[in-house]
């Protein structure tokens, strides 16, 4: 690299040094469990940024979702980002457990949005998921934060996390146990290019920015079969389609997460190629994944 390069790159490096680290004083922020003179520095940083006031000791927005969310999703960005610098971007197996976990618990906020405003429009599935027996399948469950969320906000749901990280999974375990929710959420390494269960499922979750393509090709048709009649997919991933960066940002993301990135007309392609019905993408906030839902046929 040149003077001239370094001199030129030297400010974008200086910008995105402010950002890292006012996210990370976000996530600090929002947990508010660290030394005073800390927490303090922390919050004069979001307030130089212009995030302070309404909530007093926690910038806007952490009231909803809860500060704990927060912090969740701004480490999770941090642990990934790291990851990918240190060398290790497709490596979940050596990520430390706060990596898992931060992961874990950005992606249990799907649990009450979907609730509030998908379910409405998804035929029968709100007094499905309502009745006893109801049942969920959460493809990649990792450290199952999303599993006992919808459990907690479903108290009839019955819910089965599949995983092929071990450490992962004795994470999901320890959560489980402590979440009050250990008789209806279960756990077990299964890869779901090979997945097969015949008891049926009302609702299956699967995350195509942690799956790899050949995962999701072959294991689509296997968790299409494992639906009840009428049972819905919930098929998550990347937001396509928007200005360059972004788009170049969640191909990256999902590259360094090991899965498969789609735009909606691939996901849709992808469900109605299983056989599902009512195929469609629906809106999701910013920040969000992107969500392409199908129907199994009755």
């Known amino acids: 690299m040149t003077d001239i390069a370094e001199r030129d790159l030297q400010p974008t490096i200086q910008a995105w040094d402010q ?12 947990r508010d469990d660290g ?6 520095a922390a919050r004069d940083l979001l307030a130089a940024a212009g995030l302070t006031g309404a909530l007093g000791r926690h910038p806007p927005g952490l009231g909803t979702p809860a500060p704990r969310q927060i912090a969740s999703q701004a480490a999770a960005a941090l642990h990934q980002a790291s990851a990918l610098g240190s060398g290790c971007g497709y490596l979940w197996g050596a990520r430390s ?14 649990a009450v949005p979907m609730a509030r405003f998908m379910l409405p429009v998804m035929g029968d599935l709100a007094r499905r998921v309502t009745a006893p027996g109801a049942r969920m399948l959460d493809v990649g469950t990792g450290v199952g934060a999303l599993a006992v969320s919808f459990a907690q906000a479903f108290p009839q749901l019955h819910i089965l996390g599949i995983d092929i990280l071990d450490r992962a999974l004795d994470l999901a375990r320890q959560a489980i ?3 009050g929710a250990a008789d209806r959420v279960t756990v077990r390494k299964q890869d779901v290019a090979e997945f097969a269960d015949d008891t049926g499922f ?17 294991g689509l048709p296997r968790v299409t079969a494992a639906l009840r009649p009428g049972g819905w997919l919930i098929l998550g991933h990347g937001k396509l389609g928007g200005t360059p960066v972004e788009d ?3 191909r990256l993301k999902t590259i360094t997460y ?6 909606e007309a691939a996901a849709c392609h992808l469900l109605r190629n299983a056989g599902l019905t009512s195929v469609r993408p629906m809106a999701t906030p910013a920040g969000a994944p992107a969500i392409t ?6």
């Not at 090991?258 to 735009?263: C, E, M, N, R, Y």
Request: no cysteine; glycine share 6%; proline share 10%.
């Open 248 to 250: 170049a940002l969640t």
């Open 177 to 179: 146990a402590a979440s």
């Open 293 to 298: 839902i199908g129907q199994k046929p009755a």
């Open 202 to 218: 009302d609702v299956a979750w699967l995350p195509a920015p942690f799956i790899p393509q050949p995962a999701l090709h072959a």
């Open 35 to 40: 030394p005073p003179e800390l927490m303090a």
């Open 19 to 30: 950002a890292a680290w006012s996210l990370a004083a976000l996530a600090a922020t929002a």
């Open 258 to 263: 090991g899965g498969t990135a789609l735009d």
């Open 97 to 110: 457990d706060e990596a898992l976990l931060a992961q874990g618990h950005a992606s249990a906020q799907a």
